[in-house]
C-alpha cells in the first residue's frame, strides 16, 4: 500500500474511528485502525466487536492495498507531523514508513486479514433521517440519565421509540427519567435499545453544519447512524425496558415555576457541605413566593433561598443534589416548572414554555420521617 493524503483530513479521520477502538485488548489487533486504500480514497475502520465507526477521506492513492495499524501510535504520530501532505508506504514485510516533511516513523503493521469483519447489520432500509443539531438537543437532554448499573443492562442505553410521525427517547436509572420526543417523519415503527456509548460517540462526531442531516437505519439487532461523512454501527441492547409512561405521576398539587439559573446556584452553594462520604440530602421548602433550600452535614449548615411562583399547596421535598443539579442543567432553558404530586412522590420537572423534554426525579425521604 502507498497513499498520500492531506494531514488534517487523516488526522480527524484517525481521531473519530479511535472511538470504537479498545485501548487494551487481550487480541492486539483490536487496538489499532484498519486503513484501507482503494480507488481515489482511503477507508479508516475502528471496531470493538460491538461499536464499529468508518470515515472515508480523498487520498492519492500510488498503491491499493489494506493494513492495521495501532490506532494511539498513528494518532499521536500524525498529530505530530507537520502540516501538509502525509505519505504511508507499507512494504512486503509489513513495516509501515508514515512521512510528512522531513518527519519520518517506522512501525509495524498488522495485517488486515486478522481484523474482524463488521456484522452485515442488514439494516438497510433508512428508518428516519433528522437535522443533526436536533439530534444533538436530544442526547444533551438525555443521555445524562442513562443508568450505570450493568445489573439493568437495558438501562445502560436510551430507548428509541420510532413511530411515522414521532421519535421519542428516554433515558432512565431509577432515581430520575428523561423524555423528549419530536416530531420527525420516519419509514417504519420500531423501538430498539442504544447504548449510551454509542449515543455519546454519535454526538462527538455530529457536525457543526445545522443543515447537515443525520441518517438512522435500524432493525432489532443493529443501529446504523450516518453523518458527516462518518458511518457508525452498533450492535443494539437486548432485554426490557420499563414501561415508562406508567411511573409519570398524573395531576398535581404542587405547581412551582422556578428561575433555572438561580436554582442551580442555590444548589451548587448548598453542596459545598455535601460530600461522597456526607450524603445528607437538601431539605427544599416550596412556598407562597420563594423556595427555601437546607442542608446540614458533619461540614456544616446552610440555608438559602430564591423566589418563585406558586400554585397549590407548600410542600418540603428531599433531593439528591446531584440528580437534581443534572436535571436542572440539562434543561438547557430559562425557566422551568415543577409539578409535585406530595413529598414522597416523583417531581415532575417541565420546560415552562414548549415541550422539549419531561424529566422525572424521585424524592429523598428524610431519615427522621
Do not use: W
Amino acid at each position: 500500500m502507498n497513499i498520500v493524503c492531506d494531514k488534517t483530513l487523516l488526522s480527524a479521520a484517525i481521531d473519530g474511528v479511535s472511538k470504537a477502538v479498545t485501548l487494551r485488548s487481550s487480541i492486539p489487533v483490536l487496538e489499532g485502525i484498519l486503513l484501507k486504500a482503494e480507488g481515489f480514497q482511503l477507508t479508516l475502520t475502528g471496531y470493538d466487536l460491538e461499536m464499529g465507526i468508518t470515515k472515508t477521506i480523498e487520498a492519492n492513492v500510488r498503491e491499493t492495498g489494506e493494513i492495521v495499524l495501532n490506532a494511539k501510535l498513528l494518532s499521536d504520530m500524525v498529530h505530530r507531523m507537520p502540516g501538509g501532505d502525509v505519505t504511508i508506504l507499507v512494504a512486503d514485510n509489513g513495516k509501515t514508513t508514515i512521512q510528512s516533511g522531513v518527519a519520518q516513523f517506522e512501525i509495524q503493521s498488522i495485517s488486515a486479514s486478522d481484523y474482524p469483519d463488521l456484522p452485515n447489520t442488514g439494516a438497510e432500509e433508512q428508518t428516519l433521517s433528522m437535522k443533526a443539531p436536533i439530534l444533538n438537543d436530544i442526547i444533551d437532554r438525555t443521555l445524562y440519565a442513562v443508568s450505570q448499573d450493568d445489573k439493568k443492562p437495558a438501562h445502560t442505553g436510551e430507548l428509541f421509540e420510532i413511530s411515522p410521525e414521532k421519535l421519542t427517547v428516554v433515558a432512565l436509572d431509577g432515581y430520575r427519567l428523561a423524555i423528549v420526543e419530536r416530531d420527525i417523519a420516519a419509514s417504519k415503527e420500531i423501538r430498539i435499545i442504544v447504548p449510551s456509548k454509542t449515543m455519546a460517540e454519535v454526538q462527538h462526531l455530529l457536525p457543526d453544519d445545522a443543515d447537515e442531516e443525520v441518517y438512522l437505519f435500524a432493525n432489532r439487532r443493529y443501529a446504523v447512524f450516518k453523518t458527516n461523512g462518518y458511518t457508525i454501527m452498533s450492535r443494539l441492547i437486548e432485554g426490557e425496558f420499563l414501561n415508562y409512561r406508567t411511573v409519570l405521576p398524573e395531576g398535581f398539587r404542587t405547581r412551582v415555576t422556578v428561575d433555572c439559573k438561580e436554582f442551580v446556584d442555590t444548589i451548587e452553594r448548598a453542596s459545598l457541605i455535601i460530600t461522597e462520604r456526607l450524603k445528607n440530602p437538601l431539605r427544599i421548602m416550596f412556598e407562597t413566593d420563594k423556595v427555601t433550600v437546607r442542608c446540614q452535614t458533619n461540614l456544616g449548615k446552610v440555608v438559602d433561598e430564591f423566589g418563585c411562583k406558586m400554585e397549590g399547596e407548600e410542600v418540603e421535598i428531599g433531593f439528591n443534589n446531584r440528580y437534581l443539579l443534572d436535571a436542572l442543567r440539562n434543561a438547557a432553558c430559562e425557566k422551568v416548572v415543577f409539578e409535585i404530586s406530595g413529598p414522597l412522590s416523583p417531581v415532575k420537572i417541565l420546560p415552562a414554555d414548549g415541550k422539549d423534554f419531561t424529566y422525572l426525579v424521585l424524592p429523598v425521604r428524610f431519615k427522621n420521617d
